[in-house]
């Protein structure tokens, strides 16, 4: 059964704007607190916001003040809304519990470029 579906990646210009969203299962998305992940090519998946089930918000300082995480409780779906983004933002994209991971969906890809 497939718990954890990512979307609305694509291809932006630098600067422009997407909203990714994440379905999860109910088990996934009772967790304390989901987060938002990427992976670049060659480099390791890193962690960029997380929100707690009680809309507590964190960032990586390299997202900080252009990604605003959210969550609907009521559609169990988190979104990552990315505003400016840059080069350095391409990379495939995914959701799921903060800190007591389940086993990772596809990803979405995102790709900055001119």
């Known amino acids: 059964q497939v718990q954890l579906v990512e979307s609305g990646g694509g291809l932006v210009q630098p600067g422009g704007s997407l909203r990714l969203s994440c379905a999860a299962s109910?088990?996934?998305?009772?967790?304390?607190?989901m987060g938002w992940y990427r992976q670049a090519p060659r480099k390791q998946r890193e962690l960029v916001a997380t929100?707690?089930?009680?809309?507590?918000?964190n960032y990586a300082d390299s997202v900080k003040g252009r990604f605003t995480i959210s969550r609907d409780n009521a559609k169990k779906m988190v979104y990552l809304q990315m505003n400016s983004l840059k080069p350095e933002d391409t990379a495939v994209y995914f959701c799921?519990?903060?800190?007591?991971?389940?086993?990772w969906g596809q990803g979405t890809q995102v790709t900055v470029s001119s």
């Open positions: 109910r088990s996934i998305f009772s967790a304390y607190a």
């Open positions: 799921n519990a903060a800190r007591a991971l389940w086993n």
């Open positions: 929100i707690t089930s009680g809309g507590t918000t």
